[in-house]
């Protein structure tokens, strides 16, 4: 027997910015396309014209390709089943929906938008949930037609069986059961001639032959539409697994624009490495069953299994996490790589960052020297200027801060500059054990002096080790800096 090549999508609607949430639904599609050599499908859902936002079909290709992911078929690639974007793709569906029309599981539906609103209140006054009355189901084929030769406004409805019980087995979920007498006669065809989703998304995963339809949790209601779609087409549907909604921490609903940033592009324009932020959506729904945290993409895909994806409606999205996982893979980049990432990040994003400035002013070695500092105190790539400021930028001195370090500042920076003026190799190595050694000799307190140090020299309390920073900057800027020190003092 033949086996079924494994075909999953991502369709997401050019009416915003691509969301969080859309590229942890996509990164498992993703996964379990790459998993099983299967194929990866990108569709655009562009019926929604009221809502169409120009551009938006670009950033969200741009934004799945910042993460270094790309789609075997769909938009720009091209590939055997399309066109890959809906609005192209309007003869298609008024094929199958005189099917649905000429079966009865579809009927005409000239309903006012008035009369809709009516029933829409009623239903809100009786705090239940809105379904149309079934009103159009029975005009006869002669009022049908004199309505659609006299250009009348129409929709096309799903003709909903009634008494029945829609099931299907969700691979997430388990078993799912709805009764026909609460679903809707949705909308099909709207009265622009554009699908409804719940329509177009049948047609096109049929013809697109997609296997496994993976998305949030939130679609859960709409499946027993799409069941009966495929039920009345006569298509084998495909297996469906709904996937938990991201949340932020510490709320309990859906996240949202009013909560903090949802645009999958903006979190790489914070300084978040694609890397690290595909990492944590890993486990955003999932779980290996091991402690295991750092996965590669590769990694995830040979891990990823379906049983294993979580049974719940909500997750949450982690900042503090998020900071670990960037701050790790941060530190595994070499410095060399470190350098070309940020130059990058901040071109790309057209986000100004020191290190232009930076290397402008020191050689090669110390600019890769300051890079290798900076690192291990980076959550971000965005923090990059509030941990190198003191290489460009003499700092204001506090001097209540110094005289909480020691009683006698002046003394302590008198101290440093004749042993600075005296030195005639400025290496790290050199300083720091002269430096040292002088400190114990004379039975001073490290941790009162090389603090005092650290603020006139950098402004800051908390710093890479001080020798290094001074070794940097080299003897005339420092001795510049503590003669400002000690002129404020």
């Not at 396309?33 to 990108?42: E, T, V």
């Not at 055997?80 to 569906?93: D, V």
């Not at 949790?217 to 499946?223: A, L």
């Not at 903090?260 to 959506?281: E, H, M, S, V, W």
Request: net charge negative; aromatic share 12%; proline share 4%.
């Amino acid at each position: 027997m033949k086996s079924i090549e494994i075909r999953t999508r991502m369709a997401p609607s050019p009416t915003g910015e691509f969301h969080i949430g859309g590229l942890r639904t996509l990164l498992f599609n993703y996964a379990w396309a790459r998993k099983n050599n299967g194929k990866f499908l990108l569709r655009i859902e562009d019926t929604d014209r009221n809502r169409y936002v120009e551009g938006a079909l670009n950033r969200i290709m741009d934004a799945i390709r910042a993460y270094g992911l790309e789609w075997d078929e769909g938009p720009v690639v091209g590939g055997p089943k399309g066109p890959y974007i809906q609005s192209e793709r309007l003869n298609i569906y008024q094929e199958y929906i005189q099917r649905l029309i000429s079966n009865k599981k579809a009927y005409y539906c000239f309903c006012s938008e008035e009369r809709i609103g009516e029933l829409r209140k009623r239903s809100q006054e009786e705090n239940k949930a809105f379904k149309y009355d079934k009103h159009c189901l029975n005009l006869n084929e002669t009022v049908i037609n004199e309505k659609l030769e006299n250009g009348s406004s129409y929709t096309v409805r799903l003709n909903v069986p009634q008494n029945e019980s829609i099931d299907y087995e969700d691979f997430v979920l388990g078993p799912v059961s709805f009764p026909s007498n609460d679903i809707d006669d949705a909308v099909l065809i709207k009265s622009d001639g554009y699908p409804t989703y719940h329509f177009a998304v049948v047609v096109d995963d049929y013809l697109m032959e997609i296997t496994h339809v993976m998305r949030g949790v939130e679609w859960v209601s709409s499946t027993p539409k799409h069941i009966l779609l495929y039920r009345f087409f006569g298509f084998e549907p495909p297996k469906f697994g709904h996937l938990p909604n991201l949340k932020f921490v510490g709320s309990n609903k859906k996240m949202s624009k009013r909560e903090g940033t949802t645009n999958a592009l903006d979190f790489i324009k914070r300084g978040y490495l694609p890397d690290a932020i595909l990492n944590q959506l890993m486990f955003l729904g999932w779980n290996p069953g091991t402690e295991k945290e750092i996965y590669t993409l590769e990694e995830f895909i040979s891990d990823f299994d379906l049983n294993r994806i979580h049974k719940t409606d909500l997750v949450s999205l982690d900042f503090d996490k998020l900071n670990w996982f960037n701050n790790t893979y941060i530190q595994k980049l070499t410095n060399e790589e470190f350098l070309e990432k940020i130059k990058d990040w901040s071109i790309r994003f057209n986000t100004p960052c020191s290190i232009f400035e930076i290397e402008k002013n020191y050689s090669r070695e110390k600019v890769l020297d300051i890079v290798r500092l900076a690192k291990e105190r980076l959550d971000t790539l965005s923090e990059f200027d509030l941990v190198t400021d003191y290489y460009l930028n003499k700092p204001t001195v506090d001097n209540v801060i110094l005289g909480k370090y020691s009683s006698n500042s002046k003394f302590v920076l008198e101290f440093f500059k004749e042993a600075m003026i005296s030195s005639q190799d400025f290496s790290f190595i050199f300083l720091d054990k002269k430096l040292h050694e002088q400190v114990k000799e004379n039975n001073y307190s490290m941790k009162e002096f090389f603090m005092t140090l650290r603020i006139a020299v950098t402004g800051e309390t908390v710093t890479p080790p001080i020798i290094e920073i001074i070794s940097i900057l080299g003897k005339d800027e420092v001795i510049s800096r503590l003669n400002l020190a000690i002129s404020r003092l």
